[in-house]
């Protein structure tokens, strides 16, 4: 069966400090990765998705960036974390080929102070 | 562009009565629909999923789900609602769009159950 790993799973970084979250999926050949946020009461944003090595969609311009170095490897990255960045973050996956039917990480939870 | 409408932020019931949570949803064509639940400080578990046949679909924990296409729904509902099942509840939508794929989520209902 299929495994979805985060971590850290919490976060507490300075204002400016960089950001590497990392999210790994076992038992499954090359899904598609998803990184979203979640703020309360307003549901997931999606931030980056991945149908490949290397290949990156950003949906929202910010002050992330994602990178996927390996088929089951999704890191998310920052150089200067910003306040408006704390939230929770979710890695997700699906099958090849299949973007709508997801499955979800457990969560980082960043606190930038 | 597809959206997604959690009318109901936060819902209490009390332990076995009937549930219903409500999602609408806005999308051209016949959309892909799903239920989400979220644990406090947890990822997401999908509970059930739509995309096609049968409109009344059955999920995991008892759960199940009826599509009506006439007033753009799906509803979530539980005859019988366990202490456990109090969580954060989101309907999804996903539709291909623009050229990429995407899933949309509402904003959620929380649903607390009183013993």
């Known amino acids: 069966s299929q495994t979805i790993h985060q971590w850290p799973a919490t976060l507490v970084q300075p204002v400016g400090s960089p950001l590497s979250l990392e999210c790994t999926v076992e038992g499954t050949s090359n899904p598609n990765l998803y990184w979203y946020r979640q703020a309360a009461g307003r549901g997931l944003q999606l931030l980056f998705y991945s149908v490949g090595i290397g290949q990156i969609s950003s949906e929202v311009p910010q002050n992330l960036s994602a990178s996927r170095p390996q088929d089951r490897q999704f890191i998310l990255s920052s150089k200067k974390l910003l306040l408006s960045d704390s939230g929770f973050y979710l890695c997700?996956?699906?099958?090849?080929?299949?973007?709508?039917?997801?499955?979800f990480g457990p969560g980082t939870r960043l606190t930038v102070t | 562009a597809q959206s997604v409408t959690q009318p109901d932020i936060h819902i209490t019931v009390s332990e076995g009565a009937s549930l219903e949570l409500r999602c609408n949803y806005s999308y051209g064509a016949t959309p892909y629909l799903f239920w989400y639940v979220q644990s406090p400080g947890q990822g997401l578990q999908l509970l059930l999923k739509y995309f096609s046949g049968d409109t009344l679909v059955q999920g995991i924990k008892g759960f199940e789900a009826e599509f009506k296409r006439s007033q753009s729904s799906f509803n979530l509902r539980k005859p019988s609602v366990h202490w456990s099942d109090a969580a954060e509840y989101f309907c999804a939508v996903g539709a291909l769009e623009g050229g990429g794929n995407k899933l949309t989520f509402g904003t959620g209902t929380q649903l607390k159950v009183e013993l």
């Open positions: 997700a996956w699906s099958l090849a080929g299949v973007f709508y039917e997801q499955y």
